[in-house]
């Protein structure tokens, strides 16, 4: 008699965009404002944040106190996002970043441990 074999669900990594709006702060720096959220069935660790291919230079980031040239969040590196957690994540584009302007299209990506790539495309008002 042969016993019946039961399969573990196959663990795949998800994340949903679930809200985007940039605007421009009081410095002239862009807020790109993301709600993200995890409907997989498993922990997703996000490891990076680029935009357009760049990773910002700075994780954990406060708002920017002026007009400034870098890419930064307040986002963690290395971040679990639960199965099920939504987050609100802040990137900031300065306004002295050089490569944007009002119209640019913006790649927001996430990069995950297991090398999984999540974007969406945006455009700076």
């Known amino acids: 008699m042969l016993g019946r074999v039961q399969e573990a669900p196959l663990s795949v990594e998800y994340l949903e965009f679930v809200n985007l709006t940039t605007s421009r702060d009081a410095h002239l720096n862009w807020q790109v404002s993301v709600n993200i959220a995890n409907p997989g069935n498993s922990t997703l660790i996000l490891e990076k944040v680029l935009v357009n291919s ?64 999540f974007v969406k495309t945006l455009i700076l008002p």
């Open 54 to 117: 760049m990773e910002v230079s700075e994780y954990s980031a406060e708002s920017p106190s002026e007009i400034v040239a870098t890419l930064t969040t307040d986002f963690a590196e290395e971040t679990d996002l639960e199965s099920g957690e939504m987050r609100s994540i802040t990137i900031w584009v300065g306004g002295q970043f050089g490569f944007f302007n009002s119209g640019s299209v913006l790649d927001i990506k996430f990069e995950s441990s297991a090398g999984n790539e």
